[in-house]
């Protein structure tokens, strides 16, 4: 079973905001939400992570309900350079016990002029 | 900063060839990982280490192994490489392995086609 569910892909244009929004129906009382973004020909990067309600950064912002069964990340004002995919991450533990990082497919965001 | 560096941007290999992957980290990280990278399927988990001489089977082990002698190294082995082994080899590490995920560091990945 998925940990986390988010859209394949989203499109957007230069100075809009965009939302991209994952579901975490199973998350443990204990997990964080963290994201990573990915460009293309590197490896994935942290870019934010929380726990509950809102956390902001220089990069994005994260917006967790009091439920926690979902987040959403929020770019203001993208520009071609933020066309990357974004991972969500929520806590999968392995077969002994420890916790380890699972980025599914992500959400491959482009960005147009 | 954490760096992670493999030791190969990319790769050309025959089927049939054993192939390592090299992955060494600077900053004492307990763990490694390592991810193969494939379009529409995301990164998917092949083998990871929490320790020298400790590994354990990520989601899609088959067809590889690794090696982790010493702690900054962890290597990753094609027995015998084949055409659908080529893909994109990320490898990545960490200090923490409880539910911050926050603190992963990539290398740059190694982009290997088995012909």
């Known amino acids: 079973l998925a940990k986390t569910t988010q859209p394949i892909s989203m499109d957007s244009y230069e100075g809009q905001e965009v939302n991209i929004t994952c579901s975490h129906n199973n998350i443990a009382t204990n997990d964080y939400i963290t994201w990573y973004q990915q460009f293309p020909s590197q490896g994935p990067r942290f870019i934010i992570q929380?726990?509950?309600t809102k956390v902001t950064n220089e990069v994005a912002s994260l917006f967790i309900p009091a439920d926690r069964k979902s987040s959403t990340l929020s770019l203001p004002r993208v520009s071609l350079s933020d066309t990357a995919v974004y991972y969500c991450?929520?806590?999968?533990?392995?077969?002994?016990?420890?916790?380890?990082?699972?980025f599914g497919r992500g959400t491959s965001l482009i960005v147009h002029p | 900063d954490v760096k992670v560096t493999q030791s190969s941007r990319y790769l050309v290999k025959r089927t049939g060839e054993k192939v390592f992957l090299e992955c060494v980290q600077d900053?004492?990280?307990?763990?490694m990982f390592w991810y193969r990278q494939d379009p529409g399927l995301g990164l998917r988990l092949i083998y990871f280490s929490y320790d020298v001489k400790m590994k354990e089977k990520g989601d899609i082990p088959e067809g590889y192994s690794v090696s982790r002698e010493k702690k900054e190294r962890f290597s990753l082995i094609l027995e015998s490489a084949s055409t659908n082994q080529t893909s994109m080899y990320l490898c990545a590490s960490s200090l923490v392995r409880d539910t911050d995920m926050s603190g992963y560091t990539f290398g740059s990945g190694t982009r290997l086609t088995v012909v």
């Open positions: 900053m004492d990280h307990e763990n």
């Open positions: 929380g726990y509950k």
């Open positions: 991450l929520v806590g999968d533990k392995a077969s002994g016990g420890s916790y380890i990082p699972t």
